[in-house]
């Protein structure tokens, strides 16, 4: 039984009884996407989906091969299913590189940005996440636009039901095509899964459970799970299970009260991700028409009614009931359980649009039956009037265990054969789109016979943190990527993704646009002057203190004999709380035609001078422990605040479930990131020095 987004009564605690209306249709958006598909056409690629993973396998897939994109809607490719978000901390790093490879993703969100952010903006340069809010209509179009504009893609609307596989000539199996609902063959040299939530999909609120892999967002219609294939996959033997996730409901703008709430604007200089319109200096298409975001939280009575009504909560197949949700973006419901002693968390008021007054309730999914949680809305601070316009939900799908592929994502026991995205564990669009850049070139690259894999190494990228992560370590929960998860994060910034990146992909044969690979040269360029002429400008240190006080001078400027030493821009710029801008004003001072770094390449050349000094230890580091492996951890080694103070709360729980017996055990256990193995060697090291 499906809900009836429009039929359901609630009791409001300020209207009474009233029923959900139905959001308001999106603008007119003529069909951008046709299906050109005719029968008897055989492909290099045929790629199972249209969202995030499926966009950019298709894009990285087609332009080295003939691809075909089988999608149940072509209206709902690019469709931004749950937050109307793209980056942030981790994530935003992801879509820089997905921009550096030519991707789909950094140039939509662009396009269809109606708020950025650049978070963690006083920490750090490796640290620091772009992200932009998206008007959901217009980076749904921008997306269809991008991917019709491909001369060698081809498009069908309708469901697979099947693979078609046969066995070469050393008796493995391989795939050959698809077969679709209309019973139709279609032949292919590579095939790509990008279903999303759509493989066995079940749909939750409140106790109610019905087939689906979505609802669509303008109607109350239901698109339809892919249960056929997902009969495939479980008859090739491969490890199957079942994770959760959920999106909260959305809400009636004009009923909030916002003149009660925190605004949360956007920066002054959005830089948005696309690392072409980066470079020629131009700014972001909507930012006239910036929204405003808000900010309020839960509070005592906000969880007494999740507690109190928890016995309406969903039974799910996976975790004995309980479901295998995402950690980092947990259920109101699992934020109240795990942390009691909170009296309160965070929700972010989020606009879906420039042109719409539905607004995303970032943090509060929980598929309570509707009417819970209209109760728990109206409970919030500056909400209790709000109305619910459509009611949140979960979803419940089968994954495939990624232990099972290749670092191509070509799937172990069947050539040919890709998966990308939520099928391979992982949640969030970020993480599903960069996976599909890898599964759609390498399915490109197998197509044309060329034997090379694309392949992003740990060092090159968060591209490559991810599948690594994901093929070397498996999933037993959904996979979302943090900074910390990189052993060189200092090296793998947000800013230098096109530096690490764009290079790799014209090698592949993925990045083609001559504007891309004229941008990332000048760029490069311009970074390389940058530094050169840090390196060269030089002053004694007394006037360093003079011109920018005792942050530039250090316990230098104290001294009469060490002040009259000369120290370069570039020593200078390696201390704590200089900046370049800083470095740059002395040097304009002293030097009337010194040009300061543009705006585009500041950032880089400012961390590349910073970090230094600290890239040769953070090698060594990681050096030291990958030839420690062996080394024997204790077993009554007490994983407690005391005696690691720096490793989080997550790391702590894991080492106390798993208790590993080597330092290459801990390796294995999803979740402990790369410095949390360094911590545990030193201490495992020091106490056998006791």
């Known amino acids: 039984m499906s809900i009836l987004l429009r039929s359901i009564p609630v009791r409001s605690l300020s209207t009474g009884t009233s029923t959900f209306p139905l959001p308001p249709k999106p603008p007119s958006n003529p069909n951008i996407l046709k299906q050109t598909h005719e029968q008897g056409t055989s492909y290099g690629t045929i790629v199972i989906g249209g969202g995030h993973a499926g966009c950019e396998a298709l894009s990285s897939s087609s332009t080295l091969t003939s691809t075909l994109c089988i999608t149940q809607k072509l209206s709902q490719v690019g469709e931004l299913s749950c937050n109307p978000s793209i980056g942030g901390i981790g994530k935003g ?7 550096a490879l030519d991707g789909v993703m950094g140039k939509a969100a662009d396009l269809g940005c109606c708020h950025f952010r650049m978070l963690n903006e006083r920490k750090g340069t490796a640290v620091r996440g772009p992200r932009g809010q998206m008007d959901r209509d217009l980076y749904k179009s921008a997306v269809q636009s991008i991917l019709s504009e491909k001369s060698n893609l081809d498009f069908l609307e309708g469901a697979v039901e099947d693979l078609i596989i046969d066995f070469d000539v050393d008796g493995e199996k391989v795939v050959k095509g698809v077969v679709t609902n209309t019973g139709e063959e279609i032949l292919a040299d590579a095939v790509v899964v990008t279903t999303g939530t759509f493989l066995g999909g079940t749909l939750m609120c409140g106790l109610e459970r019905y087939s ?18 997902s009969k495939t996959f479980r008859g090739l ?8 996730t959920g999106t909260p409901p959305r809400l009636n703008g004009d009923t909030i009260d916002y003149d009660l709430l925190e605004k949360q604007g956007s920066d002054s200089e959005p830089i948005g991700f696309d690392h072409v319109r980066q470079f020629n200096g131009l700014r972001l298409p909507n930012e006239k028409d910036f929204i405003t975001c808000y900010k309020t939280a839960t509070n005592e009575e906000t969880h007494r009614l999740c507690l109190e009504y928890e016995h309406l ?6 975790a004995e009931g309980d479901g295998m949700g995402p950690r980092y973006c947990p259920s109101i419901y699992k934020k109240v359980q795990r942390f009691p002693e909170r009296t309160g968390h965070n929700c972010f008021l989020e606009p879906e649009g420039i042109n719409t007054n539905i607004v995303y309730p970032n943090g509060m999914s929980g598929p309570y039956p509707p009417e819970i949680q209209q109760k728990i809305i109206n409970s919030m601070y500056g909400m209790s009037e709000t109305e619910i316009i459509v009611p949140g939900y979960d979803v419940e799908y089968d994954f495939i265990n990624p232990i099972g592929l290749k670092h191509t994502l070509e799937t172990k026991d069947v050539g040919g054969l890709y998966l990308a995205g939520q099928i391979c564990g992982t949640t969030g669009y970020e993480e599903a789109a960069a996976q599909g850049v890898v599964a759609g070139a390498n399915a490109g690259l197998k197509s044309k016979g060329d034997e090379r894999e694309f392949i992003v190494g740990r060092d090159e990228g968060y591209i490559g943190v991810l599948v690594d992560d994901l093929v070397t ?5 959904p996979y979302r990527m943090f900074t910390s998860r990189s052993e060189y994060r200092l090296s793998l910034r947000a800013d230098n993704a096109d530096l690490r990146l764009t290079r790799k992909g014209v090698e592949y044969g993925i990045v083609t646009d001559d504007e891309r690979v004229e941008a990332l040269e000048e760029r490069k360029r311009e970074v390389e002057r940058g530094v050169e002429a840090l390196e060269k400008f030089r002053l004694f240190v007394s006037e360093w203190s003079e011109k ?8 230098f400027s104290s001294s009469k004999k060490k002040s009259s030493v000369k120290k370069s821009a570039h020593e200078v710029l390696r201390m704590p709380h200089v900046t370049l801008g ?16 543009s705006l585009n390449s500041h950032d880089t050349v400012e961390a590349t001078v910073k970090y230094s000094a600290y890239l040769h230890r953070q090698e060594k580091d990681m050096d030291s422990w990958r030839k420690a492996q062996g080394l024997l951890i204790p077993p009554d ?26 330092l290459g055990d801990a390796n294995s256990i999803q979740g402990i990131t790369p410095q949390g193995l360094v911590y545990l060697q030193q201490f495992v090291r020091k106490r056998g020095r006791k």
Request: aromatic share 6%; hydrophobic share 30%.
């Open 582 to 597: 800083d470095i740059e004003n002395i040097m304009k001072s002293e030097d009337d035609k010194f040009q300061s770094v």
């Open 548 to 555: 920018g006080g005792d942050k530039m001078g250090g316990t």
């Open 637 to 662: 080694i007490v994983y407690d605040r005391t005696n690691f103070p720096t490793l989080k709360e997550e790391e702590l729980q894991l080492l106390k479930k798993f208790r590993p017996g080597t």
């Open 93 to 99: 790093h992801l879509v820089r590189e997905i921009d």
């Open 237 to 244: 033997n491969f490890d199957v299970g079942r994770l959760k």
């Open 473 to 477: 370590k498996g999933v037993t929960e």
């Open 313 to 318: 909560l969903p039974r799910y197949d996976g």
């Open 212 to 229: 689906g892999g979505r609802h669509l967002r303008d109607s109350e219609a239901v698109e339809p799970p892919s249960n056929a294939l």
